[in-house]
């Protein structure tokens, strides 16, 4: 499967015709606790993260948020 995760072409190597965010985020090591996750520039709860599902040649944007003070 080949996307475009945060602006780099990624080939994911799976059988499966899909992943799931989580699945994706665990694939890549994203552990960061605040994350914006985008799929063709729409977002996705974090609580559709075990069903939003990422296909071949989506745009897949995963944002790292951090607060400071």
């Known amino acids: 499967m080949e996307i ?3 602006h780099n072409i990624e080939t994911i190597n799976t059988e499966k015709e899909s992943l799931t965010v989580d699945e ?3 694939l ?3 552990t960061f606790e605040l994350l ?3 799929i ?3 977002l996705v709860k974090k609580e559709q993260y ?3 599902k990422v296909q071949s040649g989506d745009d897949v944007q995963v944002i790292h948020v951090f607060g400071g003070g």
Do not use: T
Request: proline share 0%.
């Open 4 to 6: 475009k995760l945060n």
């Open 28 to 30: 890549k090591n994203f």
């Open 24 to 26: 994706l985020l665990s």
């Open 50 to 52: 075990s069903s939003a």
């Open 36 to 38: 914006i996750v985008k």
């Open 40 to 42: 063709n520039g729409n």
